[in-house]
């Protein structure tokens, strides 16, 4: 599914992010991914969504090497990954409703279809009844789930989080977790990006490690000569 074959990304004044990192991320797995703040998690994420482009290295997704493809082909790659961010990103002036129905949108989905896809979006995350509410009056861990609804709503193959339970509780960290493990469940690989290295141990899911923009643990090392 996700191939980095020595990786690298160079931000211009020289920062280094990420330095020849190599792993291989099995479609249908679930997987994490840590490290310390400005280790290069947000980076790494960043490369596979296409939206920084590594600066050596070549970088598989699906078979197709996003080192090298041309912009014009980024949005027909981005229709096959969701994005969780830790901020949600939601629009305040738009119901939940319409939140979620933005990638549909943007896609060009028939409107009967939208409605259909959107209303089964919510109601995997839990939040049916909260179609027609702003997002301002929902809690924290409902507006994670409507970010989520939107991630998940055109039915992508791969799942990105990056610290998607980072403003959250330890029980509504659980929640989005468990979240998170359902889609996995049915066949949508999963890379999250997290701090909450306590979580992560209770859920015994592989774990990718960046130190300094290197690799310093890889439980995908034994899949990744698969």
């Known amino acids: 599914m996700i191939r980095f074959d020595n990786v690298c990304k160079r931000y211009p004044g020289g920062h280094e992010a990420l330095n020849n990192v190599s792993f291989h991320l099995p479609r249908g797995e679930m997987a994490f991914l840590t490290g310390h703040s400005g280790a290069g998690k947000s980076t790494l994420l960043k490369l596979i969504a296409l939206i920084e482009r590594p600066s050596r290295g070549n970088l598989l ?3 197709i090497n996003l080192s090298s493809v041309s912009n014009r082909k980024i949005p027909y790659i981005r229709r096959n990954i969701g994005i969780v961010f830790q901020n949600h990103h939601l629009l305040y002036d738009r119901t939940v409703f319409d939140n979620v129905s933005l990638p549909l949108i943007i896609a060009g989905y028939q409107h009967k279809e939208i409605g259909k896809r959107v209303r089964a979006a919510l ?8 179609e ?5 009056t929902l809690s924290g861990g409902e507006q994670q789930r409507v970010g989520i609804a939107r991630a998940i709503v055109h039915k992508p193959g ?13 029980e509504l960290s659980k929640e ?4 998170f493990e359902r889609f996995n469940d049915v066949g949508v690989s999963v890379l999250i990006a997290s701090h909450n290295l ?21 439980d995908l090392s034994v899949a990744s000569h698969g």
Do not use: F
Not at 158 to 170: S, Y
Not at 176 to 179: E, N, Q, R
């Open 61 to 63: 997704l699906d078979g």
């Open 123 to 130: 109601d995997q995350v839990g939040l049916l009844k909260k």
């Open 132 to 136: 027609k509410s702003a997002p301002i």
């Open 158 to 170: 791969l799942l990105l989080a990056d610290e998607p339970t980072g403003n959250l509780d330890p």
């Open 176 to 179: 989005i977790m468990a979240l």
């Open 198 to 218: 306590e979580l992560i141990k209770q859920m015994g899911n592989p774990v990718i490690s960046l130190n300094q923009g290197q690799l310093s643990h890889n």
